[in-house]
């Protein structure tokens, strides 16, 4: 794929989203952004038994502000995540977003990232809630996530001056 160019997958996931829209009553809710290239993403997650009484995403939604990149790894992300557990959702990373859409220009890589990690604020969100026991990778995972908002708010704060 030539860079700056996109797949047929992602202008397919552009052209028409899957789980588009806010979720009434979410068990979770993961908030990212990033303000240098201006992306917002609010991911919602509904978490609910199996069967095996194992808890499984059972469904998902989102609402992006974002550029094409942004938006079709967004839908993605609903579409590799419904129905998996949580300890297989944590496994989405954005390697995986960024290889099922049939790649990603080097300069959109980061809205692959936005999509993960708006997942994984998501799942944190829905075990803190619940008073549960959050796993080491995902605690590693948000703290990192909380750093980097930090440190872009402090350069952003810097550069209005």
Not at 85 to 97: F, G, M, P, R, Y
Not at 107 to 122: G, N
Request: glycine share 6%; aromatic share 6%; with cysteine.
């Amino acid at each position: 794929m030539p860079n700056g160019t996109y797949s047929k997958k992602v202008i397919e996931h552009f052209s028409n989203p899957h789980n588009y829209g806010k979720m009434k009553n979410p068990s979770g809710v993961g908030r990212v952004g990033n303000i240098l290239c201006g992306d917002v993403l609010c991911l919602y997650i509904k978490v609910e038994k199996n069967k095996k009484g194992k808890e499984i995403i059972k469904d998902i939604s989102y609402e992006t502000f974002g550029c094409v990149a942004a938006i079709s790894t967004s839908s993605v992300v609903t579409d590799l995540t419904k129905g998996k557990t949580l300890e297989q959702a944590l496994k989405i990373d954005s390697k995986k977003v960024v290889k099922s859409l049939g790649g990603l220009p080097k300069i959109k890589i980061h809205c692959s990232l936005l999509a993960a990690d708006a997942l994984v604020e998501a799942i944190y969100d829905y075990l803190s809630k619940n008073k549960r026991k959050i796993p080491k990778e995902l605690e590693k995972k948000h703290q990192r996530i909380e750093k980097e908002k930090k440190e872009i708010e402090e350069r952003y704060k810097k550069w209005m001056k």
